[in-house]
């Protein structure tokens, strides 16, 4: 009897101190808090954006001033303070860096040694390279439309580029969203495809906001789809 005393008294006890250190404590009325989140809105055009990062663009505003300077490409500057596409901006990690990224354009695509044509070399600079090679690159990596977070879905789609043409149809982008909670998306990533370097190719920075079009920031620049490539992921 004794004992189920004991047991009864201790559970009141311990409900006792606790209300009564609850009591002690004043209850906190307010806290400092500053809400925040992520803004994407760059408040500058796409060209603005570039050259305020040269730290990261300087290698393709070089590209777009290249073939520029040719009468045959005159339209793919202006495309860039356009609206109505999308826009892949490559980093100089993806085209010209030969220091530490071994899947740059510069490193993947060899100048022709006349030395010695057994060691070709990586580029240094967009004047070894044909223009039509640049324009091509460029043309590939602006997406017609609007695509961005509120289009791209888990659904696999070939997105059309400023290279797709009736001449070159297979020059698309296979484009779908990751169905994980990090929501990243992913370029160009499919079946059959055999260059390691490539796969699980998605933006360093996506859904970017500027003032003319949305853009997605790429450390690896893409190359359109085999035939094969293509007719397996329809």
């Not at 060691?119 to 017609?144: C, E, N």
């Not at 055999?194 to 996506?206: A, D, K, M, V």
């Amino acid at each position: 009897m004794c004992m189920k005393k004991i047991f009864l008294i201790m559970p009141a006890l311990l409900v006792c101190v606790a209300f009564t250190a609850c009591k002690k404590l004043p209850l906190q009325e307010g806290y400092d808090y500053t809400p925040s989140h992520y803004d994407n809105k760059l408040n500058k055009s796409v060209v603005d954006f570039m050259k305020s990062r040269p730290d990261l663009f300087s290698g393709m505003l070089a590209a777009i001033d290249y073939v520029d300077t040719d009468p045959a490409y005159k339209d793919i500057k202006p495309l860039y303070a356009g609206t109505g596409n999308t826009f892949l901006l490559l980093t100089n990690n993806a085209l010209t860096e030969l220091e530490t990224d071994t899947t740059s354009f510069f490193t993947r695509n060899k100048i022709a040694n006349p030395a010695d044509p057994s060691k070709p070399f990586s580029g240094t600079s967009w004047a070894q390279y044909d223009k039509k090679l640049v324009a091509d690159l460029l043309r590939y990596h602006i997406l017609k439309g609007r695509q961005d977070y509120s289009t791209i879905t888990s659904k696999p789609v070939w997105l059309d580029t400023y290279l797709t043409s009736e001449a070159n149809p297979l020059a698309k982008i296979y484009v779908y969203m990751k169905g994980d909670r990090d929501g990243f998306f992913y370029l160009n990533n499919f079946a059959l495809f055999p260059h390691t370097w490539y796969l699980e190719t998605r933006p360093r920075t996506p859904n970017l906001q500027a003032t003319n079009a949305p853009v997605h920031v790429m450390d690896k620049y893409l190359i359109p789809p085999s035939k094969a490539q293509f007719d397996n992921n329809k």
